[in-house]
């Protein structure tokens, strides 16, 4: 006999959430962010490998600094952007940062490159990039079941990928080692305004 108990509760979770970019400065209890990471290391994971973690941030400044170093790449990037298209394009990068006034960020961190690269001396038929395509896919899983975790303790979120163009930047700062990239950066705290 079916149980839909579990997917009326998922289903519930799921149509709740909404991309929230403004919080409350209300902390994230401890035992709350143990509960989300919980949650976050059964995320599926390709060939089985846990070669990822997840870098909290909850000291505002890091916070602040973490936004400057995105708006400086993102200026850098941009500059080489056609004229026509430089209003559309800050607009949009105004999300890549839109986590400043969260009380904790939850960054999934992977190692780009898997072990199949040693595997080969050449890769005619792609088995390298579908390896690095499936450990990307991977930490996107690892993001989701982090938010959908947050969620269902009645938190909010918003998956932050835009601040993924200044990866390098980040992992620098933050001191993590540097074979790795930032898969997202998770805002977690309560909306700033009901829902």
């Not at 919980?38 to 599926?44: C, N, Y």
């Not at 990039?129 to 909010?156: F, P, Q, R």
Request: include cysteine.
């Amino acid at each position: 006999m079916k149980n839909n108990l579990l997917f009326d509760s998922l289903k519930t979770i799921a149509h709740k959430r909404k991309s929230i970019r403004h919080f409350k400065t209300e902390k994230i209890p401890r035992e709350d962010v143990e509960k989300i990471m919980e949650i976050a290391k059964t995320s599926p994971y390709a060939g089985g490998r846990k070669d990822w973690e997840i870098i909290l941030v909850d000291d505002l400044n890091t916070i602040n600094i973490l936004k400057d170093i995105i708006k400086k790449k993102i200026e850098l990037v941009y500059t080489g952007a056609k004229n026509e298209f430089r209003q559309m394009l800050d607009d949009y990068a105004k999300y890549f940062y839109s986590f400043e006034t969260a009380p904790l960020l939850m960054i999934p961190v992977y190692k780009p490159r898997g072990g199949l690269v040693h595997a080969f001396e050449s890769d005619p038929y792609g088995a390298i990039k579908l390896d690095e395509e499936g450990i990307i896919k991977s930490i996107a899983c690892v993001a989701m079941m982090t938010i959908l975790a947050a969620e269902s303790l009645g938190y909010n979120t918003c998956f932050v990928h835009g601040a993924c163009i200044a990866s390098d930047e980040i992992v620098s700062h933050l001191n993590i080692k540097k074979n790795k990239k930032i898969g997202a950066i998770i805002p977690v705290g309560y909306a700033q305004e009901a829902l």
